[in-house]
């Protein structure tokens, strides 16, 4: 199932867009309009033409990395600089290589609200489009330009809930130096202007201004007040913000206190990074039904340990010219609903595999990540194939290097390899975004609605 507007955002509890910029949000649902005209059309004939058929594709997959300042090599804004590139556009989308969708298709939870991937139609109109020679056509046909503007000056969220954040706190300003190392700082800052308990519906972050954003690699901030600690949100390049479930949130205490977290990459001038974290909150007096982590991380190794339930982990030691698997298991305490996967690894990982297996023994394979250390794509399942793991339930986490010559992102296959911050390191983790059903009876409603759906439905 493939969702056709902007409206996945509205369940959405991540969203998959490039980080340093992104399109102003106005234009966004002509665009989507269009697309989807686009994609009721027929098979593609011997006519299509970029404005008319090429472009609106463009625009929704590829021109949020595809543009000046942003992340990708070069520009597909208008017409000359995709005709320049026209063969290599058909390559890249016939390979399934462009735009970055790095999950398994062939095993697993196939079903998600922000897939922006190509449909095999959409392809073959760009086969088309190229094989035809990459015409023109008539610019009157165009879709509206998009009108992109630099993270730091747009809320993405503003979008869906017609108000700019409830509440931004500030992080203090850190000076990273030029060209240095890579630095974690955690500057903190005190929560204010919150006058009584909150419940968190949506939270994004963002730089506070472009020169914050050259330097911003990510940010894990994380919450402490009296209700407790716990992490706030986990952002990475192609992850922004989390939109709870509709049915979901967390809470914010007066007096709470935010330790931002922050992976500063150094630019070639020093540069005061601040960060924003722009908060959504549910109407004054209500409280969602069930409270959120958010992400959670489960690991595969335990290098830097951890007080959670274990079976069997350990430490990460990846040999020089070889490839190798860590497994962690968890067992889950609570009724869970997992509502989005993110993973990471770093530039030896090959893949990571998420499993459930039931307190009945039923074994299930939930989600397989082609891992790539460039995109740190949040998966966020649509509603109804959102897995629903009874307490007891066991995750089981893979995940696999190489460390070979064949892994074209290995800086160095005769490194023995550790676990550790630095790109050259390792991590084994998954972020899972998920969401407690304490109440049994609640939770087997839920089971049986699903297993009520024929199974058409159910993807
Ligand atoms: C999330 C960001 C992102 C999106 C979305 C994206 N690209 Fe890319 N693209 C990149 C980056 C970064 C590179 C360079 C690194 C690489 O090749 O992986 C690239 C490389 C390419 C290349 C190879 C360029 C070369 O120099 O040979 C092509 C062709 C391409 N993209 C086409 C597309 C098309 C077509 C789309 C949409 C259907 C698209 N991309 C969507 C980020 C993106």
Not at 12 to 28: E, G, R, Y
Not at 334 to 362: C, F, W
Request: charged letters at 25%; one cysteine or more.
């Amino acid at each position: 199932m493939r969702i056709e507007s902007r409206q996945w955002l509205a369940e959405a509890a991540a969203a998959v867009m490039c980080l340093t910029l992104l399109p102003a949000a106005a234009s966004a649902q002509a665009q989507d309009a269009r697309v989807a005209m686009a994609r009721a059309s027929a098979a593609p004939t011997a006519d299509v033409t970029f404005h008319k058929d090429v472009e609106a594709i463009l625009q929704r997959s590829c021109q949020t990395c595809h543009r000046p300042g942003s992340v990708a090599p070069f520009s597909m804004l208008t017409y000359e600089e995709a005709r320049r590139y026209a063969q290599r556009i058909r390559d890249y989308t016939e390979d399934r290589v462009m735009p970055p969708w790095p999950y398994d298709r062939t095993v697993g939870i196939q079903s998600f609200k922000n897939d922006h991937t190509l449909t095999d139609g959409e392809i073959a109109t760009i086969a088309a489009w190229v094989d035809g020679g990459a015409p023109e056509g008539n610019a009157a046909d165009a879709p509206p330009p998009i009108e992109w503007k630099p993270a730091s000056e747009y809320w993405e969220y503003e979008e869906f809930y017609g108000r700019p954040p409830d509440l931004v706190i500030e992080s203090p300003p850190y000076v990273v130096q030029a060209n240095g190392m890579d630095q974690w700082p955690e500057p903190v800052a005190e929560v204010i202007g919150l006058e009584g308990e909150r419940w968190i519906r949506a939270i994004e972050i963002r730089p506070k201004d472009p020169r914050s954003g050259y330097v911003f690699h990510h940010g894990n901030p994380s919450l402490e007040q009296e209700a407790g600690r716990g992490g706030l949100i986990a952002s990475a390049v192609g992850k922004r913000g989390e939109i709870y479930p509709e049915d979901a949130g967390k809470l914010i205490q007066p007096g709470a206190r935010v330790s931002f977290g922050m992976h500063f990459h150094p630019y070639d001038e020093d540069v005061e990074a601040v960060m924003q974290l722009g908060l959504w909150f549910y109407p004054e007096g209500e409280r969602p039904k069930y409270e959120t982590p958010g992400e959670v991380q489960f690991r595969a190794d335990q290098s830097t340990g951890s007080s959670r339930d274990i079976a069997r982990r350990a430490d990460l030691l990846i040999p020089p010219n070889s490839t190798a698997t860590y497994q962690g298991t968890y067992v889950l305490r609570q009724n869970t609903r997992i509502q989005s996967l993110r993973g990471h690894m770093h530039v030896r990982g090959k893949n990571q595999i998420l499993e459930a297996i039931y307190p009945d023994g039923r074994r299930e394979l939930i989600s397989k990540l082609n891992w790539d250390h460039a995109w740190h794509t949040a998966f966020v399942y649509e509603n109804d194939v959102r897995p629903l793991l009874p307490r007891g339930t066991v995750l089981l986490i893979t995940s696999i290097f190489d460390n070979t010559a064949d892994n074209p992102l290995n800086p160095d296959p005769n490194q023995w390899v550790v676990a550790g911050s630095r790109t050259v390191d390792e991590m084994s983790h998954i972020w899972v975004g998920l969401t407690y059903i304490p109440d049994d009876g609640e939770f087997q409603a839920m089971v049986e609605e699903r297993e009520r759906r024929p199974m058409a439905a159910r993807d």
